[in-house]
């Protein structure tokens, strides 16, 4: 079983993040387009390979997570908006 972050574990480390980012990019050990991976191997599994330090800080770098059940299913803006009537 994959252990989890709880979540106020997880704040800390994205305001940390969010102040020494810029300077690494400033003294040029990171770059914001290039994937984190590139640098942290651990960090590009399940999906997150090509996730770059823009999008990490621009907070963009999620996905969403639908319900197995929500695959067949028409989520066309029509679609959508006769269903709420």
Do not use: N
């Not at 290039?34 to 621009?58: D, F, M, N, S």
């Amino acid at each position: 079983m994959a252990r989890r972050h709880p979540r106020h574990a997880v704040l800390p480390v994205q305001s940390f993040v969010a102040l020494t980012a810029p300077a690494a990019v400033r003294d040029g050990a990171l770059t914001l387009d290039e994937p984190i991976a590139g640098h942290w191997k651990a960090y590009g599994v399940h999906g997150k390979e090509r996730t770059t330090l823009r999008q990490v800080l621009t907070r963009r770098s999620g996905r969403p997570r639908f319900p197995a059940e929500a695959a067949g299913r028409d989520l066309s803006p029509a679609q959508l908006s006769g269903s709420m009537r």
